[in-house]
């Protein structure tokens, strides 16, 4: 029984991290309406960062995450540039195609470069006890570390002018562009956060776990689940919603072979779509 | 006799407002129908729950007799109504005559491909657009793309048409021009329940009036009773840009 | 917003014709003779001079064509993206090669059955994930494939991860291995151009027009009547069967089946950039896009550097064609002459 209470608790714990990702993927979608493809090449991105920064030039690990959020932004707003500002006015499709094809070329030049073999980055932590259970050091730190960046992300979005100016263009882009709101910069700078967010998530999560450049798929799928159990478009869901995959997560470890976890994840993912397409809170709330 | 269209006590809520309240309205064969009020009374909202897009919370809606509350949008449209949108919703990559031959093809009478050249082409010629049937619908004018929009709800061969503010955004030639389109459409016996804002058009064209206000009725008759209503002119008096409505058009 | 975009449709190539078209009768129709002419030279030009060679090459773009043009169903008119459009493939493969190796089966009716099958199970499936819209819709379908994928592999009177062998028995029937190989191929000729047909049949259709209407603006095409979540269903049911087939007769050819290359979601991938090459939403596009693919494919595999880059060669394609040419070729093609509007689908 101790056991799986842990489990529980490390599965909130990595939920928070799953909570910070998906909320990259909301965000671009709350405010273009753009489902970004990429998301999984940009967690990879975070991943390799760390082991970079933290292992060839000897950065300390936590070091890594603020720089990982600079890179992040800079390659979001690059990809913005390059693969969705042209389709943005078009139907999803292209933008769907668009990111899509972008992060085939992403993860095809990152196998070519890093092979598709597993790269870890140690993070020596003491693990926490409390109360008779020990709890990963790492979970802990990465859970604050997230929670501390969401708080952040809610500070820049609702009490910075560029925060009101992303929820004015998300709201509606026109009224926004005639009250004098330049919305394509104000569009590359949210993109470039919500990428931001994945990347550094991908940081977050090299610390607790062995990764390698194909790894960007299973936490995309993850983030899909978290987005919708939130509610698209819905930052403080997806915080909520993650957490609620970690202790799903937590749950069902204990009982369940690994690999099964993306096909659960998967059905998860269609089911949540077909009965609640506004996210479980939204039906809550009505 | 019964109602072409029968709507008793319907009612629309969205998180937070009470979008429609118990309303109900009956549009005989053959006869125009307003419904005006001011922005935000509820009006797109009817429309919607009339022709499937949501469901109403409590009500129904009848259709020669017919219960058609909830049902989805493509099987009323089977039943004969067809609608004409405020926002405007071209096929854009398909031509004029591409357009209506769906309207013609899904509508009423479902009828095959063959046999839509002629309702079609009798569409376009009631609205004026027989010269632009080979024109991408992305690309005609916003007055076109109005009249397309009614072309192909014709197609359908209808009994009942909704139409939202089709004169919205037109120059007064246009106006006058659809005004004299609607007059033909009624004549062949197509009955109208209309959304406008544009008051003489309204008045002039109307048999019967419903005035909405906050999403109930606020008064219903003919368009000089409802004129001189003055709840409908307190209503409209309380708008924000008078001008919405001129209060000496309603005389 | 130029001619073949609109707002919220699909960027196709070509859906401007005069109705006049429609009510030709199919025999009529030089496109229609363009098709058999098509299938004709693919039958006769191997066969006259017994190429082999040329055989084999022509026969993996016939693989290709038959898979792009059943895609264009659903991708094309519909404007729904199947990422997950192998699983078709695959699918029909196993049950062919299962129903002849173990059941015994004649390949053609092994390979209708596989192909009948699929249909029906994508009908089903179709009717539940159609409920999702956009991209939601597309990562679906990756799903399906790999749920798929994951299934054979587990599933024993399959082969499991190991497949399944086809015993060199199975090809006395048809006259031994080397006539085998060609009767194959003239089959494998023989769906292409019902594919070809089938996909220009549907767009000149009151169902294709329904298909159009729901890539153009979904919900506008509900209010006008479309019957919306049974035509997508339909849609992507009628786009599965001829997948189906010609993947039982692949990997009936090929001899053996294994999860990995029947599921192959590059190949999937790959069908749709064939797809958007050639010009999202025509017949031609189809077929040009997936035989042109298939040869510059044929060209850079042979180069050791480049088929380390398979991936990110059809990556950038596909993001140049979305960005820059999203008419593809035959957009360029209607652009430059308009005239083969009217000649070509």
């Known amino acids: 029984m101790i056991g799986v209470v842990a489990s529980i608790i490390d599965g909130v714990l990595v939920g928070a991290v799953y909570g910070l990702a998906a909320m990259g993927l909301t965000l671009i979608w709350g405010v273009m309406n753009v489902i970004n493809l990429t998301h999984g090449a940009m967690i990879v991105l975070g991943m390799f960062a760390l082991y970079f920064l933290a292992s060839a030039l000897g950065l300390p690990p936590y070091g890594a995450v603020p720089v990982t959020i600079v890179i992040g932004f800079v390659v979001g707003v690059l990809v913005y540039w390059i693969a969705v500002h042209r389709v943005i006015g078009r139907a999803h499709l292209m933008s769907l195609l668009s990111t899509f094809a972008m992060n085939m070329v992403l993860i095809g030049l990152g196998t070519a470069l890093f092979s598709t073999s597993p790269y870890n980055v140690p993070v020596p932590l003491p693990g926490i006890t409390w109360r008779g259970y020990t709890f990963t050091g790492t979970h802990v730190v990465a859970a604050v570390l997230a929670l501390l960046i969401a708080g952040l992300l809610y500070l820049l979005l609702y009490r910075t002018r560029i925060g009101k100016a992303i929820r004015a263009v998300a709201d509606n882009r026109e009224a926004a562009e005639l009250n004098g709101i330049p919305t394509t910069q104000v569009l590359s700078f949210a993109f470039g956060l919500g990428v931001a967010l994945a990347s550094v998530s991908g940081t977050l999560i090299a610390t607790l776990f062995p990764f390698t450049v194909l790894s960007g798929g299973a936490y995309e799928l993850k983030s899909f689940v978290v987005t919708v159990l939130g509610g698209l478009g819905n930052p403080a869901g997806a915080l909520m919603g993650g957490v609620a995959l970690g202790l799903i997560e937590g749950v069902a470890t204990p009982f369940m072979p690994v690999s099964w976890t993306p096909i659960i994840e998967f059905v998860l993912f269609v089911a949540v779509l077909i009965l609640f397409p506004r996210g479980i809170f939204a039906f809550a709330r009505s | 006799m019964t109602a072409l269209l029968e709507v008793t006590g319907i009612s629309k809520r969205f998180v937070g407002l009470q979008a429609v309240h118990d309303l109900s309205l009956a549009v005989h064969d053959g006869e125009i129908l307003g419904l005006i009020g001011p922005n935000g009374a509820g009006k797109s909202t009817v429309f919607n729950l009339i022709n499937g897009v949501y469901p109403p919370d409590r009500g129904r809606i009848a259709f020669k007799g017919e219960d058609i509350t909830g049902k989805p949008p493509y099987r009323i449209a089977r039943y004969g109504l067809a609608r004409a949108h405020q926002i405007v919703q071209p096929l854009a990559g398909m031509t004029v005559l591409e357009n209506c031959t769906v309207g013609a093809c899904f509508g009423r009478e479902n009828l095959p491909l063959g046999r839509a050249q002629h309702v079609v082409r009798e569409a376009a010629e009631i609205v004026g657009l027989t010269d632009r049937l080979d024109h991408p619908a992305g690309q005609l004018t916003t007055g076109g793309k109005k009249r397309l929009e009614l072309a192909r709800a014709l197609s359908a061969r209808p009994e009942l048409l909704l139409l939202d503010e089709v004169l919205a955004g037109l120059n007064p030639t246009e106006i006058e021009r659809m005004i004299t389109v609607i007059r033909r459409i009624r004549d062949r016996g197509i009955a109208i329940l209309m959304i406008e804002h544009v008051m003489r058009a309204v008045m002039s064209l109307s048999d019967r009036i419903v005035v909405l206000n906050l999403g109930s009725k606020l008064a219903e008759g003919t368009p000089r009773l409802v004129a001189n209503n003055p709840e409908v002119i307190a209503a409209y008096l309380g708008e924000p840009d008078p001008t919405a409505a001129s209060v000496d058009v309603l005389r | ?345």
């Open chain 3, 1 to 345: 917003m130029t001619a073949q975009e609109g707002s919220q449709g699909v960027a196709k190539a070509a859906t401007q014709r005069s109705d006049e078209d429609r009510s030709v009768p199919l025999w009529r129709r030089p496109f229609t003779w363009l098709i058999v002419l098509v299938g004709l030279a693919f039958a006769l030009l191997p066969a006259w001079g017994d190429n082999v060679q040329l055989r084999e090459s022509l026969l993996l773009a016939a693989v290709y064509i038959t898979l792009a043009s059943s895609l264009n169903i659903i991708l094309g008119y519909t404007g729904y993206v199947n990422f997950g459009n192998i699983v078709f493939f695959g699918l029909g493969g196993y049950i062919c090669l299962y129903l002849v190796s173990e059941w015994l089966w004649p390949l053609a009716a092994a390979a209708l059955i596989a192909g009948i099958s699929v249909s029906l199970l994508a009908l089903i499936f179709g009717l539940g994930i159609l409920r999702l819209r956009g991209a939601f819709f597309a990562l679906a379908t990756i799903g399906v494939n790999e749920a798929v994928k994951a299934f054979v592999s587990n599933f024993e009177p399959w082969g499991g991860a190991t497949g399944i062998y086809l015993s060199l028995e199975v090809y006395e029937p048809l006259g031994g291995p080397r006539q085998a190989l060609w009767t194959v191929y003239f089959l494998i000729v023989a769906v292409m151009t019902a594919s070809l047909f089938l996909s220009y049949l549907i767009k000149t259709s009151k169902f294709g027009l329904g298909l159009l209407a729901i890539g153009e603006n979904e919900d506008a095409a509900a209010v006008l009547g479309v019957h919306t979540p049974l035509y997508k269903a339909l849609a992507y049911s009628v786009s599965a069967f001829l997948p189906a087939i010609v993947g039982g007769l692949f990997f009936f050819k090929t001899g053996i089946i294994e999860p990995g290359g029947a599921f192959d979601l590059t190949r999937s991938i790959e069908t749709i950039v064939m797809v958007m090459l050639g010009g999202l939403g025509t017949v031609t596009g189809a077929a040009l896009g997936a035989f042109l693919y298939e040869e510059l494919r044929g060209v850079l595999l042979t180069t050791e550097a480049f088929s380390h880059f398979q991936l990110v060669i059809a990556g950038l394609l596909l993001l140049v064609i979305v960005l820059f040419a999203p008419g593809g070729l035959m957009g360029f093609i209607y652009r430059r002459w308009p005239r083969m509007r009217r000649l070509l689908e």
